[in-house]
């Protein structure tokens, strides 16, 4: 306990200062590759995430920033990413040694994240309305609005970039936010609240950041009646308890980015080299931990055996290692209870008879005060398996074979998810057949994972509402007003 005086006490975000929670309770924070606490987050009690509501609440409805121009609220988003690029090194630094992915990772997600804040600054001022071309002596126009006080819940495999996924288009659309980081990584987003605290014109209240438990600050951000829109990242279970809040509260708008199951799909005739080094980027970047991992590998027959080989071979080259070392390619799981959940499934895998390739323990040595787990990969999956259905989020292939483009199709899309895919052939007719059929969001071809900030992202069936980024992503924070202007004088023609 000694030890813990010594740690930053990480403060609640709340109209425009830094604050302890009332209870005064805080949560330990991990360093994942080693075990140990690095800091100390507030625990958010109702009354805190009410707080903060209030604070957002008032800040939009009474101003400032709802009359601010949209070129004003434009400059405030392009302050807030040049301070995010002036702080670059210490925010990967954080994000690294929080959620344990590799430096060079986290150094693009910083800088993606600033992007995040350029574009939305940018498109501030594009938001345009219609003149509706009604029959009658009349004008008829549509207006957006912002949507008002938005409640955000974001998960741990993208702290800061979540973070500004959600934040930036709010604030360009003219909205004000309570965000939730998820409890193991609140380091950069709260970081990222030192930068509004600091950027000049960004009236108070206008973000809030409160940490804590889902149950208590995501659920109250999702029952509030003084909250006009929930945009929630994380898994399929808890969007649907959101879903039902918002319905059972005050209808509040909801969108949601869920998980996937995502199909990666090798023809024969697809550069082979570059297939194998797409197989092993699409599931393991990031541990495996990202919403779009391309867990299921779909593989045409005649080249499975040696596909499963080339890909295993090339596995055992995967750097696992301290995140900071930039030679790192997988660093640890976020938490011991994922990587035990995730060991779960690769135990699910043995027992229902698909053959263990490669990995599925954790590493030992150095790495084992950390919770790292070896690069994993199963063959001889049939897509009835856990471990082809459930998503693991984590660092676990499931390579499946099949023959023919109809199967092909019929087995990328025997999922209840459809956030992404991708297809690997050189035929380019081929390529269309399959991305036209596969029903998902988000369709690469001859890549797997790449994402833009200008490019919408979101999923079909259960991988969530709506699209967050590009253009789309401001229209989640807009409302859409009819106005009619009457032109002809004198009564109407009822009476
Ligand atoms: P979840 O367990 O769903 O948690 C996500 C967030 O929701 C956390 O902040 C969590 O807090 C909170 N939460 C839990 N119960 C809640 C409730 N009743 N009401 C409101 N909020 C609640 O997901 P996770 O494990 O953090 O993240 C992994 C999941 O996120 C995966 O399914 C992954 O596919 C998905 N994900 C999707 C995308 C996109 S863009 N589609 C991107 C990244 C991740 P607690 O931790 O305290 O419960």
């Not at 009474?62 to 210490?90: C, M, N, T």
């Not at 676990?396 to 199967?407: C, S």
């Not at 790449?450 to 967050?468: D, H, L, N």
Request: proline fraction near 5%; glycine fraction near 10%.
């Amino acid at each position: 306990m000694a030890g813990k005086k010594n740690l930053e006490r990480l403060k609640l975000y709340i109209d425009g200062g830094f604050v302890e929670s009332e209870k005064g309770s805080t949560r330990d924070i991990y360093n994942p590759a080693n075990g140990q606490v690095i800091a100390l987050a507030q625990e958010a009690t109702v009354e805190d995430t009410r707080k903060a509501i209030r604070a957002a609440r008032k800040a939009f409805d009474q101003g400032p920033w709802h009359d601010y121009s949209a070129q004003r609220r434009g400059r405030v988003l392009f302050q807030v990413a040049e301070a995010i690029k002036r702080e670059k090194e210490k925010l990967a630094r954080l994000e690294s040694a929080n959620s344990g992915k590799p430096i060079v990772e986290a150094e693009f997600d910083v800088d993606d994240a600033a992007t995040c804040f350029e574009y939305y600054g940018g498109l501030a001022t594009k938001i345009t309305g219609d003149v509706n071309p009604v029959p009658d002596q009349a004008l008829s126009l549509t207006l957006k609005e912002p949507i008002g006080v938005c409640g955000q819940v974001i998960p741990w495999n993208y702290p800061l970039l979540m973070a500004a996924w959600k934040i930036a288009p709010a604030l360009a659309a003219g909205c004000a936010v309570v965000l939730k980081p998820a409890p193991a990584t609140p380091v950069t987003a709260l970081e990222l609240a030192k930068v509004f605290a600091a950027v000049e014109d960004l009236p108070k209240g206008v973000v809030n950041i409160v940490t804590g438990d889902g149950p208590v600050v995501g659920q109250e951000l999702a029952e509030s009646p003084l909250v006009n829109k929930v945009a929630f990242t994380g898994s399929t279970a808890v969007g649907r308890s959101i879903l039902k809040a918002a319905a059972e509260s005050n209808m509040k708008k909801v969108t949601l980015e869920l998980g996937g199951k995502s199909p990666n799909i090798f023809f024969a005739d697809a550069d082979f080299e570059a297939s194998i080094d797409g197989a092993l980027f699409g599931v393991f970047i990031n541990q495996g931990e990202v919403c779009s991992a391309g867990s299921r590998i779909l593989v045409e027959k005649p080249i499975y055996k040696k596909f499963v080989e080339a890909m295993s071979e090339k596995a055992k080259r995967i750097v696992l290692g301290d995140p900071l070392d930039r030679k790192t390619k997988m660093g640890p799981l976020v938490t011991s209870t994922h990587r035990e959940r995730v060991e779960g499934y690769i135990g699910a895998g043995r027992k229902e008879g698909a053959r263990l390739v490669l990995g599925g323990k954790r590493p030992g040595g150095k790495l084992a005060g950390g919770y790292f787990l070896e690069p994993t990969i199963f063959d001889q999956v049939n897509n009835q398996m856990r471990i082809a259905r459930e998503e693991i989020f984590g660092p676990v292939a499931a390579v499946i074979p099949f023959d023919g483009e109809k199967e092909a199709i019929e087995l990328a899309n025997d999922t209840p998810y459809g956030l992404a895919g991708a297809v690997w052939t050189r035929d380019i007719y081929r390529a269309f057949r399959i991305i036209k059929q596969v029903r998902a969001g988000i369709l690469w071809v001859n890549h797997m994972q790449p994402t833009y900030v200008e490019a919408p992202w979101g999923g079909y069936k259960m991988s969530g509402i709506g699209r967050e980024l590009g253009k789309y992503g401001i229209d989640n924070y807009l409302e859409v007003k009819q106005v009619h202007i009457n032109l002809n004088e004198g009564p109407i023609a009822w009476y």
